[in-house]
């Protein structure tokens, strides 16, 4: 430990400056976004990523997030299904009656063009097949930004 006593595991890099978790429920899919940006912040200039947050009952974010940067443009559903069965896992335990909130990010992105209308469908047949509730995808880019709707 170092001589504050708090660990001495922090090294510069990405998640040295991300920002604090919302201390108030999301109570819709404007206030998802809002997060989402915040999260994703520069890397909306990127490569493709797919950012996956996760969310209780009442809309509280949990201190889980999920950047997989450099996804393909085509995903393959066996991973997606792969992936969203272990937030499954971690909402069932941590979270029963919770969500995932994801955003498709991509620097000419930003609304619903063939790369997100591919991973939203990916992520919505997943979810669907393990009773996952989605409480919002949304598109980023390095321009614009918005809610796909369901």
């Known amino acids: 430990m170092d001589s504050d ?5 922090a090294a510069p890099g990405p998640d040295d400056d991300l920002p604090a978790l919302p201390t108030h429920p999301l109570r819709d899919v404007d206030d998802i976004l809002e997060v989402m940006l915040s999260l994703v912040g520069p890397e909306r200039a990127g490569p493709p990523a797919l950012w996956l947050v996760l969310l209780d009952a009442h ?5 889980v997030v999920l950047p997989l940067v450099g996804i393909p443009l085509q ?8 992936v969203l069965l272990a937030m499954s896992d ?3 335990h941590d979270a029963p009656g919770g969500s995932i909130a994801a955003a498709l990010v991509r620097a000419a992105g ?10 939203e469908h990916a992520l919505r047949a997943a979810s669907d097949d393990r009773g996952l509730r989605v409480s919002a995808v949304v ?12």
Do not use: K, N, T
Request: glycine letters at 12%; zero cysteines.
């Open 90 to 92: 971690i909402l069932a």
């Open 59 to 63: 809309g509280m974010m949990l201190p």
């Open 110 to 119: 930003g609304d619903r063009g063939a790369f997100e209308r591919s991973w």
């Open 139 to 150: 598109a980023i880019g390095e321009h614009r930004a918005r809610v796909l709707p369901p």
């Open 75 to 82: 995903p393959d559903p066996s991973q997606v299904r792969q």
């Open 5 to 9: 006593d708090s660990p001495g595991w």
